[in-house]
């Protein structure tokens, strides 16, 4: 069972920013920029190639409406995409505001991010969907499902 297979059942905590039948968007604990979530289907699949293709189109269409929630939030200049995945062996897409390519760069990750300033940056998240029109995909409590 994978980390995020465990975050999504609440046996290790997670913050949520969204949540359907399909997939769930929450907070990474090493985020490359404030406000970095990871959009993460339900079903564990290893490599986003192996799911159905209606299951990735809908994994992008939520990470551009999380993507459009950041850069409310974050008055960002764009909120970026990555699809990567050698560290977790579960589909997942990295969203995250950014202001310019240096952004990319996962070793410049964040380490030891305290919980209350994840929780802050998630909740301006979760704030910017309901106002976007989407608050039927977020979760009442911003640490469980």
Do not use: W
Request: with cysteine.
């Amino acid at each position: 069972m994978s980390v995020f297979t465990e975050i999504i059942a609440g046996t290790i905590p997670g913050r949520f920013a969204y949540a359907d039948e399909h997939c769930v968007a929450f907070a990474t604990i090493e985020p490359l920029t404030h406000g970095h979530l990871l959009v993460v289907p339900r079903m564990e699949v290893d490599r986003l190639t192996d799911l159905d293709e209606y299951l990735v189109a809908h994994l992008f269409t939520v990470a551009q409406r999380i993507g459009r929630a950041q850069e409310k939030a974050f008055a960002s200049t764009r909120a970026m995409m990555i699809v990567a995945g050698l560290e977790v062996p579960h589909a997942h897409i990295h969203v995250f505001p950014a202001t310019s390519e240096a952004n990319l760069n996962f070793r410049a990750a964040m380490r030891d991010v305290p919980g209350d300033v994840l929780d802050e940056d998630v909740s301006a998240i979760r704030e910017a969907l309901i106002e976007l029109g989407f608050a039927e995909y977020v979760p009442a409590d911003l640490h469980a499902l």
